[in-house]
């Protein structure tokens, strides 16, 4: 066998890549792929055509061919075997084989080929040995990482070191009498370290005139963190006197830490946190089994809020076990649904999560599912399957949110034609699966599909795994009424958080 060239090429016979493996001229290549349209009989369907000179062999890759231009005098089951082998390529590294895919993945491409046929023969190598082969990890790039990460690493901790000396001398200086000396302490060079206030009047002040070696040394000193009241005390006194006082990495600080206390801001003292999480498998000819598992969680920060006691609401009619913690009373929880200790007077503990409720559920009814996904593959008789997968909110009470729905997808036979679908989908060619993603689910989309066809057999899109999440309703119907002070019996403010996710949710 003498293969000439590999490409991939429209049905015009334009060519988005193209691998010569025998010297060969660009107009001599050109000539030759624009020429093997006007060779193709549409009458007949064949997977090779010949010419006086050369022989096309070829395979329709959805709305383009791969081609393989190899001399007559070749094997044409090599040619055929060759042919699958670099079909199966391409799904490996272009996520949809269109045009600008294969374009983007160009060079990808052609080092895999490259790996396929040596000098116009044949390689005996498979996919994965390609994938292999085509990473090029090298031990030299490994071992400069390693030795950089090692040498910032120890960079990282010499300032730290040195930060803190920064800081033990500036309290020594305050002890003495003297707050903010600090260019006596030893520094990075012969020029020392810079007070907290000069640093942040070179950095913060307008148009500075300063020479042009310290802002090196002062803005390394600002990295290693002076914290400190004199700091702020220069900044209030610079406004104070109508300074304009600027600083974009100041500010852009600020911002970042508002954004990431933001939430802290709506947590009270007295916070409940509602976990459930749920455990599903499901048969894809039915049956299935269902487990939950739920805490009632409680974190109380004020002394002064530590004896209370929380009245709920349980309207739940299923078959919910629940099991309170040993030093809450289990009488009145049973009887009115209020968690308070067995002794009013003693409160409960202070900065930590405690679980005071935890319940537990199993069921074998598939009415008692959330979100119920039924997958329907059919075997269409042209090689392939029609694919159909609909979802069904079956509590209409719940939000669910971030619904993933992962359908794993045969390797080396493309991208799966999705005729129709809710929500997003997207194929991911190196892991083999199909993601079906809906980013809210509730009760004004409670139904759903996804159809594609792709040419498999109906065993080969299971397991099914889903993932969704819920934070405004819990699974089980448990509202906080109010928290009470067990001696004032006033009203205490508290927040409320409620987590509900999957912890595994497949159909196998």
Partial sequence: MVLLAAAVCTKNGKAIISRQFVEMTRSRIEGLLAAFPKLMNTGKQHTFVETESVRYVYQPLEKMYMLLITTKNSNILEDLETLRLFSRVIPEYCRTIDETSIQEHSFDLIFAFDEVVALGYRES??????????????????????????????????????????????????????????????GFGSNGIKSGSDILAQTLAPEPSVPKSAPSRSNRAMKLGAKNKDVDNFVDKLIAEGESVRSVNTKSKKSDAAKVQAPAAMIESVHIRIEEKFKISAGRDGGMQMELLGWFGLRITDPENGAIRIKTNIDDDRRVQMQTHPNVDKKIFQASGIVGLKNPKKPFPLKQDVNVVKWRFQTTEESHVPLLIN????????????????????????????????????????????????????????????????PVIDASNSTGVLDFTIAASPEDFFPINISFQSNKKSYTDIDIVGVQHCESQAAIKHSVERVMVVDKYEIV
């Avoid at 930060?163 to 033990?168: P, Y």
Wanted: charged share 30%.
């Fill in 375 to 438: 997958c329907w593959p059919n075997d269409n008789g042209e090689g392939g399957c029609d694919v159909n997968i609909e979802y069904e909110l079956q509590l209409q009470k719940l939000e669910l949110i971030d619904v993933v729905i992962v359908i794993p997808i045969p390797s080396g036979v493309g991208s799966p034609n999705v005729e129709n679908v809710d929500g997003e989908y997207k194929h991911d060619s190196r892991k083999n699966i199909l993601e079906w993603s809906i």
């Fill in 125 to 186: 190598v498979n996919l994965a040995q390609i994938r292999t082969f085509t990473e090029m990890e090298s031990h030299d790039e490994k071992l400069f990482l390693a030795v950089r990460k090692s040498q910032e690493n120890e960079t990282k901790a010499t300032m730290r070191r040195k930060a803190k000396e920064l800081q033990q001398a500036k309290r020594d200086d305050m002890r003495r009498g003297t707050p903010g000396r600090m260019s006596s302490g030893g």
